[in-house]
């Protein structure tokens, strides 16, 4: 079976549907926790750091952020490999369960009150954790989809997945925004902090049952055919028996796709997490916005966001993924400075423009960029190929872009110098997508 065919098997809209659902619903889930401890970032800083200084609280819940991602590549690595030998459902099945599983458990976590030290240490290893496992969620999501959707539209059906991490956000955001309008300061640090993290037990059931009703993909049972074929062949001395490297010469092959991949991965990471995790507190610190407000103003940017996804997705797969990666980079290098100006002073109407527009620009990164990935990598390095760079760019751009927003403000005293970190970060971005080849449209490589 040639692998341009193998998208068209998924003609059935049953599996599709069924494919669709189950592999958003866990980076729904992810997305859901991360943001989660974003927003409720101020009132986690009270609960487990404690200090007169409440910027140092802050910044060392940020740094718990960052820190947890610091596995986020071995996570990638072992997810990865697995993925790619024994199949992306499983692997699936596996990750959900574990990042469900750590993210319910930090919500019965008692605070420094009660136990001190071993507070922060508890949710620095439940974090790891969540880590750890949700380094092979997004991958594997975006692999299992485009190995099931048509060359046409590939692009609009993955962004299914960045959807879901949207939808996952707002579903955080909502919460956040409602708590901290009806909850007073003193229930929200004994209990109502803990509600976002114990949803993640039953949904973390349902997803697993959804993936468990699921068949692998037909393009990695090509692949696995082919290979049972070769082994075969080998052991019949009809062709030469392979070697550990043989063995491992997708990967190694992989290695140049995911260096530029890596390249487009900062500007995802760390506009997400700038944008999306930060902004919340950089309203209340800097505009001196009530925590309600301030999270008001991500939950309808949010929710129009929800549009811009399928949209900015559907206009790569007419457009291609390399112009429309490259608008974005431009204009974030052009436009980053002078709309974070423009929330100096903002009310909530004008601080929803401008997320807007930031969000905007953004989605033309964050829709494109699953397939994108996927596109440039073969079936059995697929899995590997995208979570590694995914990952890593996320350890390096996405869990410190909060602290390093925070901690550019303090320095320089600049209340827009966070946007020379989304400057930078475009620019790494503009220079993997200019060294990189057009993909849209294009059979997968089998």
Request: cysteine-free.
């Amino acid at each position: 079976m040639e692998a341009a065919t193998l998208p068209r098997s998924a003609s059935d809209r049953t599996t599709l549907r069924r494919v669709i659902t189950a592999s958003g619903l866990g980076t729904v889930l992810e997305y859901f926790d991360y943001a989660s401890y974003s927003y409720l970032a101020t009132t986690l800083a009270t609960v487990f750091f404690p200090t007169e200084d409440h910027s140092v609280a802050l910044m060392s819940t940020f740094a718990v952020f960052a820190l947890s991602f610091l596995v986020r590549p071995l996570g990638a690595f072992v997810w990865g490999i697995l993925g790619d030998r024994v199949g992306r459902k499983r692997i699936l099945a596996t990750t959900i369960l574990l990042m469900s599983g750590s993210t319910f458990l930090i919500g019965f976590l008692p605070g420094y009150a009660s136990i001190g030290f071993a507070a922060p240490v508890l949710l620095l290893l439940l974090r790891m954790t969540q880590s750890f496992s949700a380094a092979g969620e997004y991958a594997g999501a975006s692999t299992f989809i485009a190995e099931y959707a048509p060359d046409r539209n590939r692009g609009l059906l993955i962004s299914v997945v960045p959807l879901g991490s949207a939808i996952g956000f707002l579903a955080a955001s909502i919460m956040a925004t409602v708590f901290y309008a009806v909850l007073p300061p003193e229930s929200m640090q004994a209990w109502g902090w803990r509600i976002p993290f114990l949803v993640a037990g039953p949904v973390g059931l349902i997803g697993l049952y959804l993936r468990f009703r699921l068949e692998e993909t037909p393009q990695f049972r090509a692949a696995v055919e082919k290979e049972k074929a070769r082994i075969a062949a080998s052991r019949s001395g009809v062709v030469p028996t392979a070697s550990p490297l043989d063995r491992g010469r997708h990967v190694l092959a992989a290695i140049p796709s995911m260096g530029k991949l890596l390249l487009v991965m900062s500007l995802n990471a760390g506009g997400y997490y700038l944008l999306l995790s930060y902004i919340p507190t950089y309203l209340i610190e800097q505009e001196k916005m009530s925590e309600a407000s301030s999270n008001l103003v991500v939950t309808i940017s949010l929710v129009v966001y929800l549009a811009m996804v399928p949209a900015a997705a559907h206009l790569s797969d007419r457009l291609g993924r390399k112009r429309t990666l490259l608008i974005s980079s431009v204009a974030f290098i052009l436009l980053s400075y002078p709309l974070m100006m423009l929330f100096s002073g903002a009310s909530v109407v004008l601080a929803v423009v401008v997320l807007l527009v930031f969000l905007a620009i953004f989605s033309l990164n964050d829709a494109v960029f699953p397939a994108f990935f996927t596109e440039m990598l073969s079936t059995r390095s697929r899995y590997v190929g995208f979570a590694l760079p995914f990952n890593i760019g996320a350890m390096l751009f996405g869990g410190v872009a909060p602290y390093i927003g925070t901690w550019l403000i303090h320095a320089t005293g600049n209340p827009q110098a966070p946007a020379f970190f989304l400057i930078g970060v475009a620019a790494l971005s503009l220079i993997g997508v200019l060294i990189s080849r057009e993909t849209a449209r294009k059979p997968l490589e089998a």
